[in-house]
């Protein structure tokens, strides 16, 4: 699989994209004035306790107060581990018990501010360097579930057990780490002993609510995460960032470090690689499939669902088949548009009805198979008897619509507006009440053309029966700025 990171730097924005074999495969952005703030650890201050949500809110310095929730919070006392006993585990301690308002805390921020919703947060703190997480309140070695080799998992675990003998910290081996050798390991294990000294002075010296750490910028972000033997060039075109990606990548992955260059190109990098049109692409809400079916995405607070049509395709035998060949190639487009989307939480996929058991288990065999290669962690059930296919894809940040959108000034975010029809009987009813209210002779109805023009044409004997009717004189002017919803009713 050829694989390709692009990154395209402007003075107030960063973007970043994955290619692969040709195809847009994952967006990232970053805007000055609004970077993320997930791995950021602050030194905060307990807000307010909420026993009946086991959680408390705590003031980091960010617009909205954040959330800890009971379990994200490291217990210091044994007792209070909820180790198992005779009867399974024991019920974690009340929040009040670990929290208290005004109390100073150090926190880490796990998901950015979603919507209406503040960050959350935990107090199990992590760092992550090349190859390794380190987790300094634990003593846990722990290996990657995506390295699925027994024989290399084993050797992982007994090479970091070596190389911590005697530490007092925790470690996490990443996925990246497969088949590293011994010396890379050292190198992240004793950068990360560093940097997490540099961190212990910094709470001493920070303020509350103030920030303690911050991640890397996007660049070196996306270098350090996504940066694998398999990504054949890392093109970027700025020469700043250039040198920046360079000097780290020299010192974490010097091997890798040639793979990084520099495009001078006139043409912008992401118009070359057709990135632009894949973006504007996957802020639509229909997607295209080859065989002439199509995917309907509607993104909701709650969920995300993907509805999938046959469309123009009939197929070559019978109905089965081309409902068959049509999820197939629905699962694969779905698995692409979740990572190219960026969509997570709930997300459920309705899958055209199939009647053939062997059929729904190859379609959900490629529904794994694609969503292998994602970053983000996924599960997925089992199919159910309606076709429907549930499962969850983690989110830590926004949405790419979310980041790149905002909501209809027209629609308010519903998707439609009300008709000129049913504005205009609106209108009625505003000036029925306007009469009854208010004394007046003449009333001005300003309202968007679209409606003014159809109440003059089509509803003129109405708005004479309505004249008659309530004894007043009414005159309509259309307002080319206003909106099809958007009316006012004027006394004269």
Same mark, same amino acid.
């Given at each position: 699989?050829?694989?390709?990171?692009?990154?395209?730097?402007?003075?107030?924005?960063?973007?970043?994209?994955?290619?692969?074999?040709?195809?847009?495969?994952?967006?990232?952005?970053?805007?000055?004035?609004?970077?993320?703030?997930?791995?950021?650890?602050?030194?905060?201050?307990?807000?307010?306790?909420?026993?009946?949500?086991?959680?408390?809110?705590?003031?980091?310095?960010?617009?909205?107060?954040?959330?800890?929730?009971?379990?994200?919070?490291?217990?210091a006392?044994?007792?209070?581990?909820?180790?198992?006993?005779?009867?399974?585990?024991?019920?974690?301690?009340?929040?009040?018990?670990?929290?208290?308002?005004?109390?100073?805390?150090?926190?880490?921020?796990?998901?950015?501010?979603?919507?209406?919703?503040?960050?959350?947060?935990?107090?199990?703190?992590?760092?992550?360097?090349?190859?390794?997480?380190?987790?300094?309140?634990?003593?846990?070695i722990?290996?990657?579930?995506?390295?699925?080799? @027994?024989? &290399?998992?084993? %050797?992982?675990?007994?090479?970091?057990?070596? !190389?911590?003998? /005697? #530490?007092? *910290?925790?470690?996490?081996?990443?996925?990246?780490?497969?088949?590293?050798?011994?010396?890379?390991?050292?190198?992240?294990?004793?950068?990360?002993?560093?940097?997490?000294?540099?961190?212990?002075?910094?709470?001493?010296?920070?303020?509350?609510?103030?920030?303690?750490?911050?991640?890397?910028?996007?660049?070196?972000?996306?270098?350090?995460?996504?940066?694998?033997?398999?990504?054949?060039?890392?093109?970027?075109?700025?020469?700043?960032?250039?040198?920046?990606?360079?000097?780290?990548?020299?010192?974490?992955?010097?091997?890798?470090?040639?793979?990084?260059?520099?495009?001078?190109g006139?043409?912008?990098?992401?118009d070359?690689?057709?990135? @632009?049109? &894949?973006?504007q %692409?996957?802020?639509?809400?229909?997607?295209? !499939?080859?065989? /002439? #079916?199509? *995917?309907?995405?509607?993104?909701?607070?709650?969920?995300?669902?993907?509805?999938?049509?046959?469309?123009?395709?009939?197929?070559?035998?019978?109905?089965?088949?081309?409902?068959?060949?049509?999820?197939?190639?629905?699962?694969?487009?779905?698995?692409?548009?979740?990572?190219?989307?960026?969509?997570?939480?709930?997300?459920?996929?309705?899958?055209?009805?199939?009647?053939?058991?062997?059929?729904?288990?190859?379609?959900?065999?490629?529904?794994?198979?694609?969503l292998?290669?994602?970053?983000?962690?996924?599960?997925?059930?089992?199919?159910?008897?309606?076709?429907?296919?549930?499962?969850t894809?983690?989110?830590?940040?926004?949405?790419?619509?979310?980041?790149?959108?905002?909501?209809?000034?027209?629609?308010?975010?519903?998707?439609?507006?009300?008709?000129?029809?049913?504005?205009?009987?609106?209108?009625?009813?505003?000036?029925?009440?306007?009469?009854?209210?208010?004394?007046?002779?003449?009333?001005l109805?300003?309202?968007?053309?679209?409606?003014?023009?159809?109440?003059?044409?089509?509803?003129?004997?109405?708005?004479?029966?309505?004249?008659?009717?309530?004894?007043k004189?009414?005159?309509?002017?259309p307002?080319e700025?206003?909106?099809?919803?958007?009316?006012?009713?004027?006394?004269?």
């Amino acid at each position: 699989m050829s694989e390709e990171i692009l990154i395209n730097v402007t003075p107030r924005e960063t973007r970043v994209a994955v290619v692969e074999n040709g195809m847009l495969q994952e967006v990232h952005v970053e805007r000055a004035l609004r970077r993320g703030y997930v791995g950021n650890i602050y030194k905060g201050r307990v807000s307010r306790v909420m026993p009946g949500m086991q959680a408390a809110f705590i003031e980091v310095g960010l617009e909205r107060a954040a959330f800890l929730h009971s379990s994200d919070i490291v217990r210091a006392n044994p007792a209070l581990l909820g180790e198992a006993g005779e009867n399974g585990p024991m019920p974690p301690p009340p929040i009040g018990e670990l929290v208290h308002e005004g109390q100073e805390i150090i926190v880490q921020v796990v998901k950015d501010p979603i919507g209406t919703k503040g960050a959350r947060l935990t107090t199990h703190l992590s760092v992550p360097s090349r190859y390794l997480v380190l987790l300094p309140h634990s003593k846990m070695i722990g290996v990657s579930v995506r390295i699925e080799d @027994e024989v &290399e998992r084993a %050797r992982l675990k007994e090479l970091m057990q070596e !190389l911590t003998a /005697g #530490g007092t *910290l925790g470690y996490i081996v990443r996925t990246n780490a497969e088949g590293q050798t011994r010396e890379a390991l050292a190198e992240d294990v004793a950068y990360l002993i560093k940097l997490w000294a540099s961190l212990q002075e910094s709470i001493v010296r920070t303020g509350v609510r103030e920030r303690v750490y911050e991640d890397l910028s996007l660049p070196l972000r996306s270098l350090r995460d996504m940066m694998r033997r398999e990504v054949e060039k890392v093109r970027v075109d700025s020469r700043e960032t250039l040198e920046k990606t360079v000097r780290f990548a020299q010192q974490f992955m010097p091997d890798l470090a040639e793979r990084i260059e520099h495009y001078p190109g006139e043409r912008p990098i992401f118009d070359l690689y057709g990135v @632009e049109d &894949e973006i504007q %692409r996957a802020l639509k809400k229909e997607v295209p !499939l080859k065989s /002439g #079916g199509y *995917l309907i995405i509607d993104q909701t607070e709650a969920m995300t669902t993907i509805d999938v049509n046959t469309g123009a395709f009939l197929g070559h035998r019978n109905l089965e088949e081309t409902v068959f060949k049509t999820n197939l190639e629905a699962a694969q487009s779905a698995a692409r548009q979740l990572r190219l989307r960026n969509l997570g939480g709930i997300i459920i996929i309705d899958f055209i009805d199939m009647t053939d058991d062997e059929h729904k288990r190859q379609v959900l065999r490629t529904l794994e198979k694609a969503l292998a290669h994602d970053h983000a962690k996924t599960t997925v059930y089992e199919m159910s008897h309606l076709g429907l296919v549930e499962m969850t894809r983690k989110r830590t940040v926004e949405s790419l619509e979310r980041q790149l959108c905002e909501a209809c000034p027209a629609c308010e975010g519903r998707g439609s507006v009300k008709t000129a029809e049913t504005v205009t009987y609106e209108i009625f009813r505003e000036i029925t009440r306007a009469v009854r209210q208010f004394d007046a002779q003449k009333l001005l109805v300003l309202a968007a053309p679209k409606v003014v023009g159809r109440i003059l044409d089509e509803e003129s004997a109405a708005v004479a029966e309505l004249e008659e009717f309530t004894g007043k004189t009414i005159r309509f002017q259309p307002e080319e700025h206003y909106a099809q919803e958007q009316y006012d009713v004027v006394l004269l």
